[in-house]
Structure formats: C-alpha cells, structure tokens
Nanobody
Framework: QLHLVESGGRLVQPGESLRLSCTASSSDYYAIGWFRQAPGKEREGLSCISRRDSDTYYSASVKGRVITSQDNDKNTAYLQIISPQPEDTAVYSC?????????????????????WGQGTQVTVSS
C-alpha cells in the first residue's frame, strides 16, 4: 500500500520562506493535497495538484501565499510557504487521491483523499 512522508517542517522566523516536501512510496496516485491543522482548529485544505498535468487549485485563504509544485520522477510534491506568519503555525500534512483519474477538481476537501502522511510541524515565531 502506498504511504507518504512529509518533511521540511521546522521553526522559522516570520517572513522566512519555507518549503515542505511530500514523498509517496509509489506513483499510484492521481493527485496530492496539502492540509494543515493548527492547535484548537479544524483541519484546513490548502492546495491540490494533479499528477497527470500539474493542474493546481488553492484555497482562497492561502492563494498567493503558498505555491504547490511536483516532481513526478521523485513522486514528490512540494508546498512553499512564501512569507509565513505566526498564524501559519500548524501541522502540515499531505494526502493522495488514489481513486479519481481526473485528479484535482478544486481546492482540496479531506474526504476526497485516501492515504495520509503523518504530518510535519511548522512553527513561525520570532
């Protein structure tokens, strides 16, 4: 079964750009979604990228503040947080859609995704 590993989370200062990685153990997925969950808050969908054509969707809350990309040769997707602020502190997770050949249909919704990584902590603080 496919599994995912996120990496790149760390303590950063406000404004210090950060890139997270999500690596899948195989290429058997149609899309990767990025999510985050801050303490005491519900999980929030951030972006979705389709493996086939790199079609990408962003949630309105983060559009312009994050960039999602991928390297299919490495089965890896990336989430760059352009100028993180303290409110971006959260556990960031990725997930794969293994059942929808069309890939992303819009900003990610958790129920559309099948396999989840364990997450990586991002803390933004001066």
């Amino acid at each position: 079964q496919l599994h995912l590993v996120e990496s790149g989370g760390r303590l950063v200062q406000p404004g210090e750009s950060l890139r997270l990685s999500c690596t899948a153990s195989s290429s058997d997925y149609y899309a990767i979604g990025w999510f985050r969950q801050a303490p005491g808050k519900e999980r929030e969908g951030l972006s979705c990228i389709s493996r086939r054509d790199s079609d990408t969707y962003y949630s309105a809350s983060v559009k312009g503040r994050v960039i999602t990309s991928q390297d299919n040769d490495k089965n890896t997707a990336y989430l760059q947080i352009i100028s993180p602020q303290p409110e971006d502190t959260a556990v960031y997770s990725c997930a794969t859609d293994n059942t929808s050949p069309l890939g992303c249909r819009g900003p990610p919704r958790a129920y559309e995704f099948d396999v989840w990584g364990q997450g990586t902590q991002v803390t933004v603080s001066s």
